[in-house]
């Protein structure tokens, strides 16, 4: 049912924990199934995301998609980071039940609305995050039929 990569970043996820004084920081949630999911990122002067932490409530799915999540964008910079997909989070988990990819959404979400705060807080624009709304209640568990199986 759940890949060996899904597994192991469950077991030993990478990235655990909170940055103090993050330079951004977003928190999303699931309504159905409870799952919270909080990225923190230290960026430096040329936008390089030099460190990210997760803290994640739920599922060992959300754990795992969270983990990767920051093992793919860790030392990336904030517009390559920008690029991440759902569709890639499962696709470095080797993937996830059909049930579960809402999981990757999540993962993919926190990373944008802690990008978000950061450009906030900065006063920086990025195209990638017109019209994303942090506080968007959405509820992920129907994205089977628009990303597909993996």
């Keep these: 049912m759940y890949t060996e990569i899904v597994m192991d970043h ?3 996820p990478r990235n655990v924990g909170e940055i103090e004084n993050a330079d951004g920081m977003g928190e999303v949630g699931n309504v159905k199934c409870g799952d919270i999911m909080r990225i923190y990122l230290r960026i430096n002067a040329d936008e390089i995301i030099e460190d990210i932490k997760f803290k ?3 599922c060992g799915s959300a754990i795992a ?3 990767i999540a920051t093992v793919i964008v860790k030392g ?3 517009k390559e980071a920008l690029q991440l997909t759902n569709k890639q989070v499962v696709e470095a988990l080797g993937g996830l039940p059909p049930v579960k990819v809402h999981c990757s959404v999540l993962a993919e979400q926190a990373l944008k609305a802690a990008i978000f705060d950061y450009a906030k ?5 990025y195209p990638e995050l017109e019209g994303f709304d942090p506080d968007a209640d959405d509820d992920h568990h129907d994205l089977i039929e628009e990303i597909g199986e993996f």
């Design 76 to 78: 990336k910079s904030v």
């Design 121 to 125: 807080k900065n006063g920086k624009a």
């Design 10 to 12: 469950f077991t030993n």
């Design 56 to 58: 994640t409530f739920g």
């Design 65 to 67: 998609a969270s983990s």
